[in-house]
């Protein structure tokens, strides 16, 4: 069993993450006592060894490693629906269309994704999703986007 590092629970959305190779499944204690398991595959799992999982800073996020060099970052608020079996379907050709955009004008402007996400006020993780289409971003934040990007949302979004 992996344990990523405990955090006091006051601080974070989730408290400590482990991964039971017995079981094929994470376990992921949130901060205010609920314990979920979450069996894989998760999303964007490769099916590939776990080398380990680590919660990002401020507990929003836990990451899992994967001896194919795949990461994966699962925000603390899908956790409860994933370990319910419950998978948002959201339509790929439109997230995938505006992650497309998003990706190049970032690389237009010379920016990582680390950059932008900065700016943004967002996790790189998150950001990530979105550029591979995976995540629908909402209205706020394409504002934010669009605004560290110089653009209209209008160009983030269109066909």
């Known amino acids: 069993m992996n344990l990523a590092h405990?955090?006091?629970?006051?601080?974070?959305?989730?408290?400590?993450?482990?991964?039971?190779?017995?079981?094929?499944?994470?376990?992921?204690?949130?901060?205010?006592?609920?314990?979920?398991?979450?069996?894989?595959?998760?999303?964007?799992?490769?099916?590939?060894?776990?080398?380990?999982?680590?919660?990002?800073?401020?507990?929003?996020?836990?990451?899992?490693?994967?001896t194919s060099g795949n990461e994966i970052s699962v925000p603390w608020d899908v956790i409860e629906d994933l370990a319910a079996g419950k998978r948002k379907k959201p339509n790929f050709e439109i997230s995938k269309r505006i992650g497309e955009h998003i990706k190049r004008l970032r690389k237009e402007k010379g920016l990582t994704q680390e950059q932008l996400a900065i700016m943004a006020d967002m996790k790189r993780p998150n950001l990530s999703r979105l550029e591979a289409g995976v995540n629908m971003p909402g209205l706020p934040l394409l504002d934010r986007l669009a605004d560290s990007l110089q653009v209209k949302i209008s160009d983030l979004v269109r066909e």
């Open 6 to 66: 405990k955090v006091p629970p006051e601080a974070v959305k989730i408290w400590a993450v482990s991964y039971d190779n017995k079981r094929d499944a994470f376990r992921v204690a949130m901060a205010d006592g609920h314990i979920f398991l979450l069996l894989r595959p998760i999303p964007e799992d490769d099916h590939s060894e776990i080398m380990g999982v680590n919660i990002e800073g401020d507990g929003e996020v836990f990451t899992v490693l994967q």
